[in-house]
């Protein structure tokens, strides 16, 4: 019913920057929080930023300052942008959204991107 697809992926050099977008199609009603996460070569899925859907947003400690997330909710869609980009901020990057889909009687689900790879070179 509902599909979320990340693109802006890429590989960098050290400083550069990235703008990740991640776009919510299907039968939506409305879309809560929007979230990136993020996982490199461990198995813990690491979440990045959060905007909710009243643009107030939150993010990990080592992206504060470098990172901006932001949504453009006529089009359902989900941005982070990425400066000052560093070897550590190399991993798969996940799209997460609570979604209410229409027709499900104030039900939200949550729905998972199928990831885009950042690759930051030293």
């Known amino acids: 019913q509902v599909q979320l697809v990340e693109s802006g992926g890429g590989l960098v050099q050290a400083g550069g920057s990235l703008r990740l977008s991640c776009v919510a199609s299907?039968?939506?009603?409305?879309?809560?929080?929007m979230q990136w996460y993020r996982q490199g070569p461990g198995p813990q899925r690491e979440l990045v930023a959060t905007?909710?859907?009243?643009?107030?947003?939150n993010y990990l400690d080592s992206v504060k300052g470098r990172f901006t997330i932001s949504r453009d909710n006529a089009k359902n869609t989900v941005y982070l942008q990425m400066n000052s980009l560093k070897p550590e901020d190399t991993a798969v990057y996940y799209c997460?959204?609570?979604?209410?889909?229409?027709?499900?009687?104030?039900?939200?689900?949550?729905?998972w991107g199928q990831g885009t790879q950042v690759t930051v070179s030293s």
């Open positions: 905007v909710t859907s009243g643009g107030i947003t």
């Open positions: 299907g039968r939506i009603f409305s879309i809560n929080l």
């Open positions: 997460y959204a609570i979604v209410q889909p229409t027709g499900t009687m104030r039900n939200e689900y949550q729905y």
